[in-house]
Nanobody, 121 residues
Framework: QVQLVESGGGLVQAGGSLRLSCAASGSISYIGHMRWYRQAPGKERELVASISAGGKTKYGDSMENRFTISRDNAKKMIWVQMDSLKPEDTGVYYC???????????????WGQGTQVTVSA
């Protein structure tokens, strides 16, 4: 069983910061891309940031200058440091990863349960 568990969400005032963590566990042979997505109420899920196994990063629109994604392959974890938060950053933040459970099998996509981030004005 592969699990992704997010933590670090909460309530913060506009202009503040939060750091979200995501830990992968279970029978894991390889982890490819890992990503953060978010979903605001009434809106579609959108990409926040992604990071490859080699550390190449990509950010969603308007997030690159405020959010920083990082990764520790040995710990099977990613983080996203979110600074200068705005009320429109409110939503549920999900961790996503491409994981293979065996060297003989391709990767599958796994999702965490999500962590709530609320930014007050």
């Amino acid at each position: 069983q592969v699990q992704l568990v997010e933590s670090g969400g909460g309530l913060v005032q506009a202009g503040g910061s939060l750091r979200l963590s995501c830990a992968a566990s279970g029978s894991i042979s390889y982890i490819g891309h890992m990503r953060w997505y978010r979903q605001a109420p009434g809106k579609e899920r959108e990409l926040v940031a992604s990071i490859s196994a080699g550390g190449k990063t990509k950010y969603g629109d308007s997030m690159e200058n405020r959010f920083t994604i990082s990764r520790d392959n040995a710990k099977k974890m990613i983080w996203v440091q979110m600074d200068s938060l705005k009320p429109e950053d409110t939503g549920v933040y999900y961790c996503n990863a491409e994981i293979s459970v065996s060297m003989l099998e391709p990767t599958n996509t796994y999702w965490g349960q999500g962590t709530q981030v609320t930014v007050s004005a």
